[in-house]
Structure formats: C-alpha cells, structure tokens
C-alpha cells in the first residue's frame, strides 16, 4: 500500500530486536509495527522506544488483526500515536502515514532552531579559551543548587538550559569589548549590558525556552537594586537568574581568566559572602551554596540529575549532533515490522 507511492525508504525487520538493532544505526521517521510479534509484544516495543531519550519523540503507527476496544487501548498506553485495525484501507493507512511524518517534521523543525540557539551559545563560550566547558558546569551546579532547594522539575529543566543560554547574547558583542585587555570605558559597558536584554530578544521566539527568558535577562541584576538591565532589587529578582547568578560568579573566580588567577574554593566563597555584605547577592541562596560546597554535596547531587527528561531531550540531541557532527537523514524513512503488516 505504501511502496507503490514511491515517496518512503522503507526498513524492515521480522523481529522486534531486529528492529531495534535499525534504530540503533539508522535515522527512523516512523514505526509501524503490528500488536502482536514474535519476541517482543508491541506494547512492550513502544514502551521501550518512548522510554529512549533517543527515541522517545518517533512516531508509532500500530497495526492489528484483534478486534476490541481493549486492544486499542492498550496500544495507545504503551505509547502508540496512532491505532489501526485490519483490513486496512489504502487511503486511510496513507493519510495517517502523511500525518505522522508531518508531526515528525515539525518536531525536527524544533530541534533545528534550538540547535541553532544552542550553537550559537556555544559558539560565545568558544570564544574565550579561558572559559571552556563553563555552560556544562553552570547548567550542571545550578540544577544541583535548585534541587537542594526543592524546585519544580520545569524549573531545573530551565536552570539547565539557562546555563547554556544565559550569555548567548554576547554574540552580538565585539571582540574588543569581550575580550579586551583593558578595563571598559563608560561607553563600552553600554554596549556589554546589552547583552542580556539582546539574548532574551534571540531566545523570545522559541516559546519552549519562554522559562529560560527570565535567566538570561536577570542574571546581571543585584540584591540591592544595583545591577543591569532593569535595577531589580530582592525577591523581584527572578529566582532561577538568582540561582544561575551564584554558580556563575563562582565559577568565573575558580576558573584562570587572561586578567586573574583560579581562585581556591576557600577564596571564591569568600568573595560570595563579601558580596553579600555589600548587598549584592541573596543572603540565603549563598549560605545555601557555600554549605553544599563546604559538604562536599555540590558534585553528589548533580551525579544525580536525571538529563534523560523528555524536556531535555531535544535540547542534548542538538548538543551532541553540534558535538558529534552527525548528519541527519532526510525525512520519509519508514520501518516497517514484521513484514506481513504492510
């Protein structure tokens, strides 16, 4: 029925674990897999696909013999996206197919512009030698301080990603000003403030980052009402930009810059509760910090952050394509299974 429209590369495989070996080696766009299989159930099948970071956003067309409400039921819990029961009709088993690789195109639309944002995030970090590997450490060290303080998994999910994005608008800076040997001019921090307000405005569009917006604007304001872009003062700060601020400003000292030596942990900390007597930072979010630091509870709990969250998905498949440099497949593969279903 579909292999005389000539439009799909079709995979096929009699057993589920054979199927499974394609997926780990070949670019799927759409499952289409039959209730009952020879080893592995089909239910069984789709729970294992959608329980795969990798995997967890491919369509699932299930296709069966057995008649009953039940059956279909069970199919769609296990995770199947669309439902067909034999005999299939040609135009309907079509028109599904063309509405299930529409939603897989969509979703690798998403994927795309976020690995554009996500690239362009790493390219400000490749900039400057001296910071590499600061977003992971951030996006790391601030999930782990939000679970200390018992957040929402939306709002760890966006401390992540706000690690990596929080100064993706320094793309829009000049070298000179980034990474100029000299202290800035008046004129010259002008132009650097901007970079919060100009990374907002990048990231505003993608209404999946809409958590992140507040992070990377607020991450310069102050306590006391003395910082950039809007002279937010006390709990008006957002509390994410408060979190993501600490782990940044604590990284920075710990890290050899071209103006300053790595800083001891002892030093760094101290610097923080400086800064806190002058009004600068949330008095409770730094003794919280300085006292995972001090338990070693810092590195134990970000061990435990679970990053296969279907929120992160999209966000570490860019990260490891931009890493990996994989090429993607064009869209319209089709695996099919067992071979009797089409």
Known sequence: MLRSAGQYEFFEA????????????????????????????????????????????LPILMITSMQGAE??????????????????????????VRALLRHKSAID?????ETILFALAQAVEARDSYTAEHCQRLATYSVALGV???LSRPELVA?????????????????????GSKRLTEAEWVVMRQHTT?????????????????????????????????????????????????????DALITERTYKR?????????????????????PELVSLFVSLLSRKMLES????????WPELSSMLRSLQSMQMNVQGSGAGQVIAMPKSVI
């Not at 059956?71 to 028109?95: C, F, M, N, Q, W």
């Not at 002892?266 to 002058?278: D, I, P």
């Open 159 to 179: 401390l992540y990603r706000g690690g990596f994005l929080h100064d993706i608008g320094k793309i829009s800076i000049p070298d000179s000003i980034l990474h």
């Open 14 to 57: 009699a057993t589920g674990r054979a199927a499974l070996d394609i997926l780990d080696r070949q670019a799927i766009d759409l499952v289409i897999l039959d209730l009952m299989m020879p080893d592995i159930s089909g239910p069984e099948f789709c729970r294992r696909l959608k329980g795969n970071r990798k995997t967890q956003l």
């Open 198 to 250: 100009r990374g907002e405005q990048i990231c505003r569009p993608m209404k999946s980052l809409a958590p992140v917006l507040p992070i990377i604007r607020s991450h310069h304001e102050k306590w006391d009402g003395s910082g950039y872009p809007d002279g937010q003062s006390g709990e008006n700060i957002p509390l994410l930009a408060r979190i993501l601020q600490i782990v940044d400003i604590f």
């Open 148 to 150: 200390a303080l018992g």
């Open 109 to 113: 639309s998403l994927d795309e512009a």
């Open 301 to 308: 709990t970000a061990s435990l952050i679970d990053t296969d």
């Open 262 to 282: 790595a800083f001891s942990v002892e030093e760094a900390t101290s610097v923080l509760e400086e800064e806190v007597g002058r009004g600068w930072r949330d």
């Open 71 to 96: 059956h279909e039921v069970l199919g769609i819990d296990a995770g199947a996206d669309e439902y067909l029961t034999k005999p299939l009709h040609p135009s309907v088993l079509r028109a599904r």
